[in-house]
């Protein structure tokens, strides 16, 4: 778009709306979907920070807002650029990836059975088998990658959900999301897509057949490491959305307008951040292949990955910013390579501008199906010459001081 015509029309980016056809989505996200202030043209919208709003005096509210605890303008704002790149009718911003991601499993009824992955991500695996019982959900974790096992795993009239998450953390799991899709309507059930290792420029779960994409927007839908946040998006705003709608609001689970500000700011170079991401990490992986300290790289990039031929057709723009290594020497020597490096971060969590390494075993405790030889990597817009160095040095000075 030339630097100086009109932005796309405001109306036009509401969610439920059809997205504004004619520009790409790196356009409309560069720009927050052309949001100006009416007040002031202001190309940078304010802040919306009051929690009430003035009744008209017939006693009806106009404007559409009563109370901050079920809506606010600069959450509807970044939520209108959520659904444009998800090409949702609609989506809703959390105080959590998990508060969202619990938000879907509460919106379901007692006695629903509900089947999850067993490669997920574990703070969501455990809430499902601490909570899931006392919301009177029957869980199963079954291997949802291999879609024989899901199909086997439906409970045709008792299945109302089901969850997955590709690429899985943290083994990077491919999931054939239309596979899914095909087998959980056919069971009459919803499909849910936790999407947040691919985020929207890798994978558009929507459009390949689910009815709820989620994501933790901590990671690279922020990706600076500095707000904690979830979205979920749907491809129909039936009851079961206005459901969750009520449940946010009655909850007080809406993300906080600052929060909301700052993962629209954020929002307007997912494309740069994530692609560049993505190349480092498909660098990273290459390199690693051939280390003669590293027995295995798990990204769903590379050929021999068991996903590959189902990433690349459901994936797009690369293949994500997450891999992991499992390292010659177990697991004393992934920890003392973690230890060794210098200028990744040894820190939990992903997707941000900079690179993060965790020996995930330690954090997801017992009964996990991390190998206690794998180090998680987060690959951020650093030099990947540098990183890979950095892991080189470590991977060798850890190998050094166990002989
Ligand atoms: C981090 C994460 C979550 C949880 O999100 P929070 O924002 O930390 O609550 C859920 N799923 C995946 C894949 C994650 O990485």
Redesign the pocket.
């Known amino acids: 778009m030339p630097p100086n015509s009109q932005p796309p029309d405001p109306d036009a980016a509401e969610p439920g709306d059809e997205p504004a056809a004619p520009y790409a989505k790196r356009t409309l996200a560069a720009q927050a979907m052309g949001q100006i202030d009416p007040v002031t043209k202001a190309v940078v919208p304010p802040i919306h920070v009051s929690t009430t709003f003035q009744r008209d005096p017939d006693n009806a509210y106009t404007s559409g807002f009563a109370y901050g605890r079920a809506d606010n303008a600069t959450v509807r704002e970044a939520e209108s650029v959520m659904a444009m790149l998800e090409e949702a009718e609609g989506a809703l911003l959390f105080g ?4 969202a ?1 619990a938000a879907v499993f509460c919106a379901l009824e007692p006695g629903d059975h509900i089947i999850a992955p067993r490669v ?2 574990w ?2 695996r455990r809430w499902l088998q601490q909570e899931g019982p006392r919301l009177q959900l029957s869980v199963d974790f079954v291997d949802t990658e291999t879609p024989e096992r899901l199909r086997a795993a439906m409970r045709p009239g008792a299945t109302k959900l089901v969850w997955i ?1 590709s690429p899985g ?1 943290p083994l990077w799991t491919v999931t054939d999301i239309a596979a899914s899709a095909e087998i959980a309507h056919a069971g009459g059930a919803r499909l849910a897509v ?1 999407s ?2 691919a985020s929207p420029i890798h994978t558009r779960p929507l459009g390949l057949g689910a009815d709820i994409v ?1 994501h ?4 690279v839908l922020n990706g600076h490491s500095d707000v ?3 979205v979920l998006a749907v491809r129909q705003a039936d009851a079961f959305w206005e459901r969750i709608t009520a449940i946010r609001a009655g909850w007080g689970a809406i993300l906080g307008p600052f929060e909301a500000y700052l993962l629209m700011r954020s929002l307007r170079t997912l494309h740069l951040r994530a692609s560049a991401q993505a190349t480092g990490a498909a660098v990273l992986a290459e390199r690693l292949s051939g280390h003669p300290l590293v027995s295995g790289v798990l990204y769903p990039g590379l050929a021999g990955h068991p996903g590959h031929a189902i990433a690349a057709r459901q994936m797009e723009n690369g293949f994500g910013f997450m891999l992991s290594i499992r390292v010659t020497g177990g697991e004393e020597a992934a920890i003392a390579t973690a230890a060794h490096v210098r200028l990744w971060k040894r820190a939990t ?2 997707g941000g501008v900079e690179s993060l390494i965790e020996h995930r075993a330690s954090v997801e405790g017992p009964g996990t199906p991390c190998p206690p030889d794998l180090l998680r990597l987060s690959t951020g817009i650093e030099d990947p010459g540098d990183l890979f160095d950095d892991l080189d040095q470590a991977l060798r000075a850890a190998h050094d001081r166990a002989r």
């Open positions: 959590s990836g998990m508060a991601a997920m991500y703070g969501l998450e953390n936790d947040t290792a989620m933790s927007a901590t990671k904690i946040a979830g969590s992903l």
